[in-house]
């Protein structure tokens, strides 16, 4: 059974610029999580989605956003990219909300010139 | 004072050795508790889960769970060098059951 998937695994972008980061999660998952990992912070939650609806939101700016499709699928979008906002950003799937435990990707490594 | 707190480490330890990696926690709201293993350059990797106080063991691995204390553990036993990453715990609470991480313990098994 193929795992988290997530792309691209690396990029670069500067100041000002927007960016889309996907995640195809493990079939027949139907909730898809969003985490940014920094050395200081350490793993902290983004939003989550389940049906296409986000069931729950971090305490990130609204410059974060994201969607989730039918198939499951999900984009996250960070818009007006600030250099703080190098990270790993890292995508988990579980088949449901609740008591689930969560499979995670190798995550975006994302850096800001 | 963060939810759950784990030091960073590094530890590091001789091949062989028992390990014992641990957590405290502030919410005792906090129902289940989860274990990850993460490689450099990886995602972290879910390792064990439980919901009760007491142990559960999975091989070299013992999740040990002390809700009285707020406080959990994991013991690696006979430890490899393969173990060496580092190693979250993460308690999901409340009604989203979003879990909280901690900031990981940084492990270093050398032959």
């Known amino acids: 059974k193929a795992g988290v998937t997530q792309t691209p695994r690396y990029l670069i972008k500067t100041r000002g610029q927007q960016v889309t980061l996907s995640c195809s999660p493990i079939?027949?998952?139907?909730?898809v999580s969003w985490y940014q990992q920094t050395p200081g912070q350490g793993l902290q939650f983004l939003f989550e989605?389940?049906?296409?609806?986000?069931?729950n939101k971090g305490n990130f700016p609204g410059r974060f956003s994201g969607r989730q499709f039918s198939n499951s699928r999900s984009e996250m979008n960070v818009s007006t990219l600030e250099l703080g906002d190098s990270a790993l950003y890292l995508c988990?799937?579980?088949?449901?909300?609740?008591?689930?435990?969560?499979?995670f990707g190798d995550g975006t490594r994302l850096s800001i010139l | 004072q963060k939810e759950v707190e784990q030091d960073p480490g590094p530890l590091s330890v001789p091949e062989g050795a028992i390990v014992s990696l641990n957590c405290t926690y502030s919410n005792s709201a906090f129902q289940y508790f989860m274990w990850y293993r993460q490689y450099s350059r990886k995602g972290p990797e879910l390792l064990m889960y439980?919901?009760?106080?007491g142990n559960k063991e999975d091989g070299r691995f013992t999740a040990q769970v002390d809700k009285s204390s707020k406080y959990i553990s994991l013991f690696i036993r006979d430890s490899q060098p393969s173990d060496s990453a580092t190693y979250l715990c993460?308690?999901?609470?409340?009604?989203?059951?979003?879990?909280?991480f901690g900031r990981g313990t940084s492990l270093i098994v050398h032959p």
């Open positions: 993460a308690l999901p609470s409340g009604g989203s059951y979003i879990p909280t």
């Open positions: 079939s027949g998952h139907r909730s």
């Open positions: 439980t919901y009760s106080s």
């Open positions: 988990a799937s579980s088949l449901g909300t609740g008591n689930q435990p969560q499979h």
């Open positions: 989605y389940f049906s296409e609806t986000q069931r």
